[in-house]
């Protein structure tokens, strides 16, 4: 393509945000467009886009330090055009000093003000007269613009060693607007617990410092580094633009803000949880630093700070027009210590200080942040991007019930309330909230107390209903059905378990509408204007990708109707 077709950036550059922070300036570079010179080994782990707004996105990538041969001299050039509209590409240079080894190699940009709103646009990089795979992101819709319905792919919970990223390859074909990551995107564990001996050929990992659980930076960024070397999640990261936030396993299992001495707080199941506060302090900072270099997000970061709470802010809103506005939270750096002994998070017996609203999961100043967010959102839809489940999940047993799910909103019962009785005070509608962490395909209420309202309509109190909550199955992490299974060694009576296990859950929780923990996969939330569509897909993760697309199966439809708080589910696809 004739470089003087291009339609080089100039004055505009100087408002672009990279991280790491390059110097960037119009090119005259050619070649970029020529297929022909694509190199997978010097775009080793693929490209990406996140974090849309209404004039642009990020865009990510790392550049193999094996190629890197004239660093003074090789300079990276990004390319962009609308779709199907190549005569109008616009082309920028990120200088070759720019690629530091302090960041691992990886470059993101920050396009805003470069692109129109509301449009596809395709992207792909050079360097070295080497071409990356050609990517396709999204710009936001502007805030006044009127949309008749919106896509978002929703998942979470995908670990490397257990499964295959066959839903990966399926969700690049999905015909949806962004994709919603709920966390996870890695996990600490060189083996997934529990399943050590689980893991699948080909999905070995092993930390440079040979420890089971990441321990340094270097232990961290082998992990993005071994799970972004899948094609099949580098083909949906480079076809989509993507919404990231993090949940336990992007740090630690379990983890919390230990207060008191004013380090990450671990369980004491994990090894590391007897290390002295720094060191328990530079596994935090290890896993913030490594998150932000290998994924495609825009968000607020001191690099000079020493203390998480100020190195890195991950809550932040995006809103897709005069339709929806959604707020991913960060449940996990400001959250107070469990209230059960950490041996056993789900063992209720000990949980006597829960009711304290003192207890918190988002700190007061992120809690108020939403809050205020959803209450004053001009949104028709309003979204909480949320890691763990919100409703109550329990038991019955025998003259008691058990609540067994302390990790979640469970355990800080009185900041889940406050946070749903301002939002029902304040009268805002049409709320949902998207959730992960569980490995469970869910649907149920949103209420302020989770408490049955009457024996023939237990969810009759429309003055206790808030709104509804989705959520997506893992896409290859053990679910519950996994581990009840290898506990109890359950495996040749997998229905019956199942079963067993669906039942007793409704029969806790009648604010459940759904529940099943035998899948994979992910699912697309379709926001219309008097409607949310949910449907659940599970795709095989065992299937070796050499023997081509796993197969995908629809399982789960379900609606919500917010003038009449009305779920309906249909599992039995």
């Given at each position: 393509?004739?470089?003087?077709?291009?339609?080089?950036?100039?004055?505009?550059?100087?408002?672009?945000?990279?991280?790491?922070?390059?110097?960037?300036?119009?090119?005259?570079?050619?070649?970029?467009?020529?297929?022909?010179?694509?190199?997978?080994?010097?775009?080793?782990?693929?490209?990406?886009?996140?974090?849309?707004?209404?004039?642009?996105?990020?865009?990510?990538?790392?550049?193999?330090?094996?190629?890197?041969?004239?660093?003074?001299?090789?300079?990276?050039?990004?390319?962009?055009?609308?779709?199907?509209?190549?005569e109008n590409s616009k082309a920028i240079k990120i200088n070759a000093d720019e690629i530091k080894r302090e960041n691992d190699f990886t470059v993101r940009i920050n396009l805003d003000g470069m692109m129109d709103e509301n449009q596809f646009y395709h992207y792909q990089f050079e360097y070295g007269q080497r071409s990356s795979i050609i990517g396709r992101c999204r710009t936001l819709p502007a805030s006044t613009t009127t949309l008749e319905q919106l896509k978002l792919a929703v998942l979470t919970c995908q670990d490397f060693t257990t499964g295959y990223y066959n839903a990966f390859?399926?969700?690049?074909?999905?015909?949806?607007?962004?994709?919603?990551?709920?966390?996870?995107?890695?996990?600490?564990?060189?083996?997934?617990?529990?399943?050590?001996?689980?893991?699948?050929?080909?999905?070995?990992?092993?930390?440079?410092?040979?420890?089971?659980?990441?321990?340094?930076?270097?232990?961290?960024?082998?992990?993005?580094?071994?799970?972004?070397?899948?094609?099949?999640?580098?083909?949906?990261?480079?076809?989509?633009?993507?919404?990231?936030?993090?949940?336990?396993?992007?740090?630690?299992?379990?983890?919390?803000?230990?207060?008191?001495?004013?380090?990450?707080?671990?369980?004491?199941?994990?090894?590391?949880?007897?290390?002295?506060?720094?060191?328990?302090?530079?596994?935090?900072?290890?896993?913030?630093?490594?998150?932000?270099?290998?994924?495609?997000?825009?968000?607020?970061?001191?690099?000079?700070?020493?203390?998480?709470?100020?190195?890195?802010?991950?809550?932040?809103?995006?809103?897709?027009?005069?339709?929806?506005?959604?707020?991913?939270?960060?449940?996990?750096?400001?959250?107070?210590?469990?209230?059960?002994?950490?041996?056993?998070?789900?063992?209720?017996?000990?949980?006597?200080?829960?009711?304290?609203?003192?207890?918190?999961?988002?700190?007061?100043?992120?809690?108020?942040?939403?809050?205020?967010?959803?209450?004053?959102?001009?949104?028709?839809?309003?979204?909480?991007?949320?890691?763990?489940?919100?409703?109550?999940?329990?038991?019955?047993?025998?003259?008691?019930?058990?609540?067994?799910?302390?990790?979640?909103?469970?355990?800080?019962?009185?900041?889940?309330?406050?946070?749903?009785?301002?939002?029902?005070?304040?009268?805002?509608?049409?709320?949902?909230?998207?959730?992960?962490?569980?490995?469970?395909?869910?649907?149920?209420?949103?209420?302020?107390?989770?408490?049955?309202?009457?024996?023939?309509?237990?969810?009759?109190?429309?003055?206790?209903?808030?709104?509804?909550?989705?959520?997506?199955?893992?896409?290859?992490?053990?679910?519950?059905?996994?581990?009840?299974?290898?506990?109890?060694?359950?495996?040749?009576?997998k229905n019956m378990t199942d079963e067993f296990l669906e039942s007793m859950i409704w029969a806790a929780n009648p604010h459940i509408q759904h529940f099943r923990s035998s899948i994979y996969g992910y699912a697309v939330m379709t926001l219309k204007h008097d409607i949310v569509e949910w449907d659940v897909y599970h795709i095989d993760k065992y299937q070796p990708p050499f023997l081509g697309l796993a197969p995908k199966r629809q399982v789960v439809k379900a609606t919500y109707d917010p003038v009449s708080y009305t779920i309906e589910v249909n599992d039995k696809l």
């Amino acid at each position: 393509m004739d470089i003087k077709r291009r339609k080089l950036l100039t004055g505009m550059l100087s408002g672009a945000v990279f991280a790491p922070f390059v110097t960037v300036s119009p090119t005259t570079a050619a070649g970029i467009l020529n297929t022909s010179n694509q190199d997978n080994d010097v775009f080793s782990f693929g490209i990406a886009s996140g974090d849309p707004s209404d004039s642009g996105v990020i865009i990510w990538t790392r550049i193999n330090p094996e190629y890197i041969q004239n660093p003074q001299t090789d300079d990276l050039h990004l390319v962009f055009w609308p779709l199907n509209q190549k005569e109008n590409s616009k082309a920028i240079k990120i200088n070759a000093d720019e690629i530091k080894r302090e960041n691992d190699f990886t470059v993101r940009i920050n396009l805003d003000g470069m692109m129109d709103e509301n449009q596809f646009y395709h992207y792909q990089f050079e360097y070295g007269q080497r071409s990356s795979i050609i990517g396709r992101c999204r710009t936001l819709p502007a805030s006044t613009t009127t949309l008749e319905q919106l896509k978002l792919a929703v998942l979470t919970c995908q670990d490397f060693t257990t499964g295959y990223y066959n839903a990966f390859s399926h969700l690049a074909d999905e015909a949806v607007d962004f994709v919603v990551h709920m966390g996870d995107f890695i996990y600490e564990y060189s083996q997934y617990e529990g399943f050590e001996d689980s893991t699948l050929p080909g999905r070995k990992l092993t930390f440079p410092s040979g420890q089971k659980l990441a321990t340094t930076l270097e232990d961290f960024r082998h992990a993005y580094k071994t799970y972004r070397s899948d094609k099949q999640l580098q083909k949906a990261m480079a076809q989509h633009t993507w919404i990231l936030s993090t949940d336990d396993h992007d740090c630690a299992d379990n983890c919390y803000w230990n207060y008191e001495e004013d380090t990450l707080g671990l369980p004491s199941h994990d090894s590391r949880h007897q290390l002295d506060a720094q060191a328990l302090m530079d596994i935090k900072l290890s896993s913030q630093k490594a998150w932000f270099e290998y994924v495609p997000t825009r968000v607020d970061i001191n690099e000079d700070a020493s203390h998480p709470h100020d190195y890195l802010t991950i809550y932040r809103n995006f809103k897709f027009g005069q339709l929806a506005e959604i707020f991913m939270t960060d449940s996990r750096t400001y959250r107070s210590e469990p209230s059960c002994d950490s041996k056993d998070l789900n063992d209720g017996s000990q949980c006597m200080d829960i009711p304290d609203p003192k207890r918190t999961m988002l700190g007061d100043r992120q809690r108020n942040w939403l809050i205020d967010g959803i209450n004053t959102s001009d949104s028709h839809w309003k979204i909480w991007g949320n890691q763990t489940l919100v409703a109550k999940f329990g038991l019955t047993g025998i003259l008691r019930e058990y609540q067994i799910n302390k990790d979640a909103w469970d355990g800080f019962p009185e900041e889940r309330k406050t946070i749903a009785r301002a939002i029902k005070d304040n009268g805002t509608n049409n709320f949902v909230t998207l959730t992960g962490d569980l490995h469970t395909s869910i649907v149920t209420y949103s209420k302020i107390e989770y408490t049955n309202d009457g024996i023939f309509y237990p969810n009759g109190d429309l003055d206790n209903l808030v709104g509804a909550e989705f959520m997506t199955p893992s896409v290859s992490s053990p679910h519950l059905m996994d581990n009840i299974r290898k506990k109890m060694k359950l495996s040749n009576y997998k229905n019956m378990t199942d079963e067993f296990l669906e039942s007793m859950i409704w029969a806790a929780n009648p604010h459940i509408q759904h529940f099943r923990s035998s899948i994979y996969g992910y699912a697309v939330m379709t926001l219309k204007h008097d409607i949310v569509e949910w449907d659940v897909y599970h795709i095989d993760k065992y299937q070796p990708p050499f023997l081509g697309l796993a197969p995908k199966r629809q399982v789960v439809k379900a609606t919500y109707d917010p003038v009449s708080y009305t779920i309906e589910v249909n599992d039995k696809l």
